[in-house]
């Protein structure tokens, strides 16, 4: 089995064009898992690792924005200064996996896959993230909501590659919770980010329908309340606006009922955290 | 002469595993690191099915594979063409039916894994898939047709004990439902099978519980004498009773012996979920009636084991349940009902507690349904009803062992309950871990208790013996046995009853395989009192003979000599000489049995003496519950112990925590999901175990009160530790949240709904 590990973007993308069904890999933590199922069985694989600038992150206060490679792993978001000024999307990285699996999964594996659970996405959802993707001939930057179009389904073309996401700082607090029937090291059954922007509230959800969810109507309710006047009462229904919003699936690992319940708790709790009440 | 005190590695030390640097290393070879030269790799097919009637199978697609050397069904099947542990009513291969998902139905020899996949493939199987009968209860009703020829009911046995009508004021009834375990091993099912050269026999590699008894059920299938099946211990990663059944290896041998090349099968973790047999998923209903102080008058109870499509050991798991439905309590009178039934679910058998996890899940319940109704405190309760030496036990034997429950109790009582959360804990600490998902003020914290009795060896009437050799030469010993080592920790301790014994300090054990009698499975809370008597009276024969040596040289009559440390000693004379030089040029070689008690089958009443002996264990729960959210964290679990004498401490601390480990698993995590007969989480990406996050503080007390049968005093302290701890976090869940919860493992919808 041919792999390429191609050291640029343009040979990358061009290693892509000539094989249309080569499999993308960095980290391989999602691929490796659907190998050994048998439920892919690659021919050829590109390994995007050895592309430097899908390594590099850089934060650029001047223009707001925090700029993030698609290999960058899940352990450099975690602490430090991507921390720092991406708070959520560092308590996300925390719950993604062992320690392992942080060390080589990235934003780009999560985007690849596109699964409800990933732990990123509703992170990307909420803080109005920008997908960038090239192909041999083209470059495009597409918003997250405009990517995720389905459960494991993206707007990402066969022969393009994700370089990277561009995160628009916020202004105000934000936060990431997530629902497992384990401590650490487990799938998501619910999963909210919350962000606050120019005292607008955002609120994605995750595993709770066949994309990430932005609840749109309930932050439209919260931001026509007012963040000043949040009362416990009042974050109450918050979580259920949040929950109404929501749609949620029985699996194996969940109920909707549950994941229902479970989206609307979080919500009101991270609104509580993101008003310090 | 001066004699230089060192640590010796003697009976009652912390003696190190002599695997335990290669394992932590990674050095260690488990059987799936065998490999032999020119070998062939196997796979097998498996039904997608549940429940289906085999129309044809198709082989011939497989054949045609380039590097496909081997393809077999029950059609090449030389000897018996069913196995089992029990009963022999599982087929090596399904050839009409196929009676659960995942059972094998081909298997394929060829050069490369990849290829065997491919092989696996271009089998075509044409089934007509049938109905699964699913319902345990629908197996008692006769509702539907026979699956099996041997019928739905694997097992029935009742218990009638005392005054049948005796009544008391109290009365507290339950229904209890106990989740399907998997037992989970880390190292997945594996062997390499080598034909001999001249094909009359097979040497084959594996990881196993009881060598022996994976010989006789591979002869008998393969058309071999049992002398010409050799089987040699693989490395074990795990065991807890899913290695007791046989799985891969007659398939193994057979795809070696027709291509005359080494075979190895391993499993994935996927196929492992299939290729071993779970812990019984069970109904239990109890009703207790009880006096207003208390105490127990009479237990009714109904047990439902679904044993699923094969019996492998449910009619013994059964007994163990019904026989432990009073706990360790007394009760005068009982009128139990067990079944142990045939579904198309996965089959199910042996796992660590075997059948009294499930009946100590009931009877605990029932313990603090019974403390609420009488109003006496739960731990009052407990102690108002034990159990002591001597008392008759509803099969009416009387318990002989010793029985230290009361010590068990007061000394879990009395250990610190942890601190009071911090008003800003960290939040790895609260329920929900990484996930962040409470704040302190939505936690609620809750105690609970169990407490157990656990039977120790094989029961009704069954001999399972253990044969050790010692040989002493040069101030050197060498054990030979067949004893499993499957993490448990027997090769650590064989060699230091013979240091010991014998008094010497260089002990070495010889290859653990059939070459010598069998040592009974590594089951049952067993191999300690059972390998470690056999290891204990062969060490001792080869005393005597030593002391019949050095009292001829020396004129002492060998009766007078004894061993004080590393030195044979005359008792009541000067002569002091070294083990070392005692055996200097002189050999000796001793082989000993050792056998348990007899015991005896139950009769139609459920009445005999068909218990050998019993552990008690006790156990308290502290959770932290984010009530709102249904998630636990399981704060600390403090226990006490009934092991008899302890032999390694730091073996029986390991014993104890890792059992905690899978008992917490049991109560709020670990379940084999099935819908319809189909497994829905064979993985460890859906089937959850604890991590060191999920992991509690443990307190131990290890209660030694030496037990006169037992060997060396020492009991089994394998499967104790895992029973009444799920009870115990469970009964903590309920204390934090005020609900009644019946069913483990509690998910978070039977907390926040």
């Known amino acids: 089995m041919p792999v390429f590990i191609p050291s640029s973007l343009t040979d990358a993308t061009r290693l892509l064009s000539n094989n249309p069904s080569a499999h993308l890999v960095t980290g391989g933590t999602d691929l490796m898992v659907e190998v050994n199922f048998n439920h892919r069985h690659p021919e050829t694989v590109i390994s995007l690792r050895k592309i430097p600038e899908f390594q590099h992150w850089n934060i650029d206060n001047k223009s707001g924005v925090v700029h993030i490679g698609s290999s960058v792993p899940y352990a450099t978001m975690e602490h430090g200064e991507l921390a720092q000024a991406l708070p959520a999307l560092a308590e996300a990285a925390r719950t993604v996996g062992s320690p392992q699996i942080r060390a080589a999964g990235s934003l780009g594996g999560n985007l690849g896959t596109c699964s409800p659970a990933g732990d990123s996405l509703p992170v990307l959802s909420a803080l109005n993230a920008i997908v960038h993707l090239h192909s041999e001939t083209t470059s495009r930057s597409v918003p997250f909501a405009e990517f995720m179009v389905g459960p494991k389904r993206n707007s990402r073309l066969p022969n393009e590659i994700i370089s990277g996401v561009t995160i628009p700082l916020t202004n105000g607090w934000q936060g990431y919770a997530k629902v497992g029937v384990r401590n ?23 595993s709770v329908g066949p994309t990430i969810i932005r609840g749109s109507e309930s932050e439209a309710w919260i931001n026509s309340v007012g963040l000043e006047n949040v009362t416990p009462s009042v974050a109450q229904e918050f979580g259920e606006r949040v929950r109404a919003e929501s749609r949620p699936i029985d699996d194996h690992r969940s109920t909707a009922e549950y994941r229902r319940h479970a989206v609307g708790v979080l919500a009101t709790r991270l609104l509580l955290r993101g008003v310090q009440r | 002469m001066t004699i230089t005190k060192t640590q010796r590695d003697i009976l009652g030390s912390s003696a190190l595993r002599p695997d335990g640097v290669s394992k932590v290393q ?51 099947v030389p000897g018996q063409l069913t196995y089992g542990l029990i009963s022999e009513d599982q087929p090596v291969f399904a050839k009409d039916f196929v009676r659960y998902m995942g059972e094998p139905v081909a298997a394929v020899a060829a050069d490369h894994p990849e290829t065997c996949r491919r092989a696996l493939a271009a089998i ?50 339950g229904t209890y439902d106990i989740g399907m375990q998997d037992q989970a091993f880390l190292g997945t099912e594996s062997a390499l099978a080598i034909p001999d050269h001249d094909g009359a ?15 006789k059920q591979m002869a008998k299938c393969l058309a071999l004498p049992e002398e010409k099946v050799r089987l040699v211990l693989g490395g074990v990663g795990g065991a807890f009773g899913a290695r007791e059944d046989i799985s891969l290896q007659v398939h193994t041998a057979l795809l070696a012996m027709r291509t005359s090349r080494p075979v190895k099968m391993q499993y994935g973790r996927e196929e492992s979920f299939f290729g071993h047999v779970h812990r019984h998923p069970a109904q239990i209903w109890m009703r207790h009636h009880a006096n207003t102080d208390g ?37 005068p009178n009982a009128i139990v009902d067990g079944y142990a039934v045939r579904t198309n679910n996965p089959p199910c058998g042996a796992m660590r507690g075997f059948g009294v996890v499930q009946a100590c899940f009931a009877h605990e319940g029932q313990m603090d349904k019974l403390a609420v109704a009488t109003g006496i405190d739960e731990v009052e309760i407990r102690l108002r009803n034990i ?29 610190p309950l942890p601190r009071e959360m911090e008003a800003h804990p960290h939040e790895l600490d609260l329920p929900g871990g990484s996930g962040r998902t409470a704040d302190r003020r939505n936690i609620v914290r809750g105690i609970g208790w169990g407490v157990s009795m656990k039977n120790l060896m094989y029961s009704e009437g069954f001999d399972d013996y253990s044969t050790a050799r010692c040989t002493l030469t040069n101030g050197s010993v060498e054990l030979k046995f067949a004893t499993s080592e499957v993490g448990q920790g027997f090769v650590t301790l064989a060699p230091q009853i013979a240091r010991s014994v014998l008094g010497v300090d260089n002990v070495t054990y010889d290859t653990i395989d059939t070459q ?37 040289l020396h004129g002492i009559d060998p009766l007078r000599l004894a061993i004080d440390d590393t030195d044979v000693v005359d008792t009541i004379g000067s002569l002091r000489i070294t083990v070392q030089e005692a055996s200097t040029n002189f050999t000796v070689s001793e082989t000993f049995e050792y056998h348990h008690r007899p015991t005896q089958d139950l009769d139609d009443n459920g009445q005999g003496n068909c218990h050998v002996a019993f552990a008690f264990v006790a156990h308290r729960a502290v959770v932290d519950v984010d009530v709102e959210l249904g998630l636990v964290k399981v704060v600390q679990i403090a226990t006490a112990q009934d092991v008899g004498r302890v032999l390694n401490p730091m073996s029986v601390i390991g014993q104890i925590e890792g059992g905690i480990a899978q008992g917490l698993g049991l109560a709020v995590m670990e379940e084999i999901i099935v819908t319809n007969g189909i497994v829905r989480n064979p993985s460890f990406t859906d089937y959850l175990l604890p991590t060191a996050l999920d992991a509690p503080q443990v307190l131990i007390s290890m209660i030694e009160e030496p037990d006169p049968q037992a060997p060396m005093g020492a009991k089994g302290v394998g499967e104790a530790p895992c029973i009444s701890v799920t009870p115990a976090i469970v009964a903590a869940i309920r204390n934090a949240t005020g609900k009644s919860i019946d069913r483990c493992p509690v998910r978070p919808q039977d907390i926040c709904f």
């Not at chain 2, 009387?398 to 009361?406: D, G, I, R």
């Not at chain 2, 008597?533 to 005393?543: E, K, L, S, Y």
Request: hydrophobic residues 45%.
């Open chain 2, 295 to 331: 105490r127990i008058v009479k237990i009714e109870a109904r047990f439902v084991f679904d044993g699923g499509a094969y019996s492998s050991t449910s009619s013994a798991v059964l007994i163990n349940g019904v026989t432990h439905t009073q706990g360790p309590y007394q009760c």
């Open chain 2, 387 to 415: 159990i002591h030496t001597g008392d008759t036990m509803i099969t009416g034997q009387v318990l002989e062992s010793v029985a230290p429950l009361e010590r068990c109790i007061r000394e879990t009582a009395a250990m």
């Open chain 2, 124 to 173: 075509v199987v044409v089934y007509e898939v049938l109905t699964p009968l699913t319902n345990p209860e629908h197996a008692i009703d006769e509702a539907r047709e026979p699956i099996h020829p041997d019928g739905n009911i694997i097992r029935r046995q009742q218990i009638i004990h005392g005054d049948v009508n005796a009544t008391a004021p109290i009365v507290v009834e």
């Open chain 1, 184 to 206: 650490a090291m487990v799938i998501s059954v619910a999963s909210v980010c919350l962000a606050i922007h120019d005292g607008n509230v955002r609120v994605a959800l995750g």
């Open chain 2, 516 to 552: 010598i009698g069998s040592a009974g499975s590594t089951s049952a809370s067993r191999q300690t009192w059972m390998s470690g008597g056999a290891v204990d009276g062969a060490c001792r024969m080869v005393r005597e003979r030593l002391f019949e040596h050095v009292g001829a």
């Open chain 2, 26 to 76: 990674g050095d260690f070879a488990f059987s799936s690191d065998l490999h032999a030269e020119n070998m062939l790799w196997g796979a097998t097919l498996r039904s997608p099915h549940p429940y289906a009637r085999i129309i044809s199978i198709d082989l011939s697609g497989a054949w045609k594979i380039a590097g496909v050397e081997c393809v077999i069904t029950a059609e090449d």
């Open chain 2, 201 to 215: 026999g097979i040497e084959v590699f594996v990881a196993t519980q009881w060598l022996h008894e994976d010989r």
